[in-house]
T-cell receptor, first 112, second 111 residues
Framework: NAGVTQTPKFQVLKTGQSMTLQCAQD?????MYWYRQDPGMGLRLIYY???????DKGEVPNGYNVSRLNKREFSLRLESAAPSQTSVYFC???????????FGPGTRLLVL | QKEVEQNSGPLSVPEGAIASLNCTYS??????FFWYRQYSGKSPELIMS????GDKEDGRFTAQLNKASQYVSLLIRDSQPSDSATYLC???????????FGKGTKLSVIP
């Protein structure tokens, strides 16, 4: 099992460009999450999907959209990237919302 | 907004010693508590979870929870250089889908 995979590993964008971060899990988990991690700020939840077909905002949703494409895949879209969105983005999944979250390897995003 | 406080460190301990990592949280409704380890440049990985007051042991790791004091700790016995990492505390409220992560404590185990 690959666990949680994320693509791309690293991306450079110019301000105003758009992109989609992809996440997939092969553990048959119901819940999936997107976090960002910034120096001195810790991990902050952007959006989550408690189950297939549902998505909800987390702590820092502004500037992002998500799609739960199916049970395996959960994508994060930046419609118009800003330098403040420079961060490391982690996708995670859990069997149920109250259980252990398993993290993907992360995507490093630099917005110039 | 829940606050999760951890000493940022770095916490330096000699190899073979006990490392003690502490975490306090601001709300009284958190029911589940998770400790994650994160190596530099890597993703967080679960070390332990604890749900009830008291101690929970798993190998060299012991988690301690005191809900009345809103305090959770992680002890690492016989610390090894490979334990050098940042340790993240993450409470979860009952009925919530959200983990709230502390900023982490950086542990350095000196050979």
């Amino acid at each position: 099992n690959a666990g949680v995979t994320q693509t791309p590993k690293f991306q450079v964008l110019k301000t105003g460009q758009s992109m989609t971060l992809q996440c997939a899990q092969d553990m048959n988990h119901n819940s999936m999450y997107w976090y960002r991690q910034d120096p001195g700020m810790g991990l902050r939840l952007i959006y989550y999907s408690a189950s297939e077909g549902t998505t909800d905002k987390g702590e820092v949703p502004n500037g992002y959209n998500v799609s739960r494409l199916n049970k395996r895949e959960f994508s994060l879209r930046l419609e118009s990237a800003a330098p403040s969105q420079t961060s490391v983005y982690f996708c995670a999944s859990s069997e149920r919302w109250e259980e252990t979250q398993y993290f993907g390897p992360g995507t490093r995003l630099l917005v110039l | 907004q829940k606050e999760v406080e951890q000493n940022s460190g770095p916490l330096s301990v000699p190899e073979g010693a006990i490392a003690s990592l502490n975490c306090t949280y601001s709300d009284r409704v958190s029911q589940s508590f998770f400790w994650y380890r994160q190596y530099s440049g890597k993703s967080p990985e679960l070390i332990m979870s604890i749900y009830s007051n008291g101690d929970k042991e798993d190998g060299r790791f012991t988690a301690q929870l005191n809900k009345a004091s809103q305090y959770v700790s992680l002890l690492i016995r016989d610390s090894q250089p490979s334990d050098s990492a940042t340790y993240l505390c993450a409470p979860m409220e009952a009925g919530s889908y959200q983990l709230t992560f502390g900023k982490g404590t950086k542990l350095s185990v000196i050979p």
